[in-house]
């Protein structure tokens, strides 16, 4: 089973930008789809953005147009690019990685985004 961990949390200032990183401990390509979720203090897990094996994107409508999700899949590593940042978007981002042929699926331990003036 494949391992995932992120990285590149911290603090950011409103409309500030910030690049989170998800390490899958081996080879990802073409067969996971990749995905970031979120959850903010007092609030349940909420899709962000996911990437499939074959590239496609999609993205939450609250970040669509802010965030960007790519991979690399020379270095096993699923990026997500967060611009123009807002307080809202203060939460433990998770990434997800779904098996898209096993169909099993397997989390990070999450990566703090906080973010204030």
């Known amino acids: 089973q494949v391992q995932l961990v992120e990285s590149g949390g911290g603090l950011v200032p409103p409309g500030g930008s910030l690049r989170l990183s998800c390490v899958a401990s081996?080879?990802?390509?073409?067969?996971?789809?990749i995905s970031w979720y979120r959850q903010a203090p007092g609030k349940q897990r909420e899709f962000v953005a996911l990437?499939?094996?074959?590239?496609?994107?999609k993205y939450a409508t609250s970040v669509k147009g802010r965030f960007t999700i790519s991979r690399d899949d020379t270095k096993n590593t699923v990026f997500l690019q967060m611009n123009t940042v807002q307080f809202e978007d203060t939460a433990v981002y998770y990434c997800n990685g779904n098996n898209e042929i096993l169909k099993t699926e397997v989390w990070g331990q999450g990566t703090l985004v906080t973010v204030s003036s």
């Open positions: 990437i499939t094996g074959v590239g496609s994107t």
């Open positions: 081996r080879s990802i390509f073409g067969i996971y789809t």
